[in-house]
C-alpha cells in the first residue's frame, strides 16, 4: 500500500510540474543585478536612491511586463527589441512596463564607477564632431532635452536609420526603438532618466544639478560599443 501511494504521489507531482512549466518559461524577464555596488556612483547618484531605483522601480516593470505573457504570448519568444518596434499593436501595459524595463537596463550599463569610465572611441568621437560640432555641443543639446521634458521621461543620444547621431527625448517609459508616429526612431546609445524618482531624494527639485552631475558617472566604454554595434 505504502509503495502504492508513493507511485501515485510521484505521478502526481510529475504532473504538477508539467502543467507549471509552460507558466516558468513564459515569464522569461528578469531583473539583472546592477553591474556595480548600489554606492559605486557615489557623490554624484546616491546609495539609496540607486536601490530604490533598481530594486523598487525597475523591478516592478518587470514583473508586470511578465503579467503580460499570457495575454500576449509571442512576447516571450522574441527580443525585448523586437517587441518594442511593434509596441503599437500591444497593449498599454506592454508599452509602458517593457519599454522601463529595456530603459533602465541601458541606463545601469551606461553609467560605471571611478575608473571604468573610459572615453569616446575614436569612431564615436569622430561622429559626434561631425554630427554636432564637438562633445561639448552635443552634451549642450543633451542637456536641453533632458531639461526640457516636461514631467517624467527621458533624453536620449541615438543612431538614427541612416547611421547618423541624433538626441531626442520621449515622454513618460517610451524610447527611440518604438513605432510611435511622435517618436523619432533609432537605436539608443545612451540614455538619461530624468523622472523625479531617479534623483530627488538627493537633489529635490534641482533637475539641472541632476543632469550636470549625471556627465560624471557616464560609461563611455559601453556607449562607445553600442555605437559600434548600431553602424554595423
Not at 498599454?92 to 573610459?118: C, I, T
Request: aromatic share 10%; charged share 20%.
Amino acid at each position: 500500500m505504502h509503495i502504492a501511494t508513493s507511485a501515485r504521489l510521484s505521478r502526481f507531482a510529475v504532473a504538477f510540474a508539467a502543467t507549471c512549466l509552460p507558466v516558468l518559461a513564459a515569464a522569461q524577464f528578469s531583473l539583472a543585478p546592477l553591474p556595480y555596488p548600489a554606492d559605486a556612483l557615489e557623490p554624484h547618484i546616491d546609495k539609496m536612491t540607486m536601490e530604490i531605483h533598481h530594486g523598487r522601480h525597475h523591478g516592478a516593470a518587470v514583473n508586470g511586463l511578465n503579467a503580460q505573457v499570457k495575454t500576449f504570448p509571442e512576447i516571450a519568444n522574441q527580443s525585448l527589441e523586437a517587441t518594442l518596434g511593434q509596441v503599437s499593436k500591444y497593449g498599454a501595459a506592454v508599452r509602458n512596463n517593457g519599454g522601463s524595463h529595456y530603459n533602465h537596463d541601458l541606463f545601469w550599463k551606461v553609467m560605471a564607477p571611478e575608473g571604468q569610465r573610459g572615453k569616446p572611441s575614436a569612431a564615436l568621437d569622430a561622429a559626434i564632431t561631425g554630427n554636432f560640432g564637438s562633445l561639448d555641443e552635443m552634451k549642450k543639446r543633451f542637456d536641453q532635452a533632458a531639461l526640457g521634458r516636461f514631467g517624467s521621461g527621458w533624453a536620449w543620444l541615438i543612431v538614427t536609420p541612416e547611421k547618423k547621431l541624433a538626441v531626442t527625448s520621449t515622454p513618460n517609459q517610451d524610447n527611440p526603438l518604438m513605432d510611435l508616429p511622435e517618436i523619432q526612431r533609432g537605436t539608443p546609445i545612451l540614455g538619461l532618466d530624468v523622472w523625479e524618482h531617479a534623483y530627488y531624494l538627493k537633489y529635490q527639485n534641482k533637475r539641472a544639478d541632476y543632469v550636470t552631475q549625471w556627465w560624471n558617472v557616464v560609461n563611455w566604454n559601453e556607449v562607445s560599443r553600442r555605437y559600434e554595434a548600431a553602424t554595423k
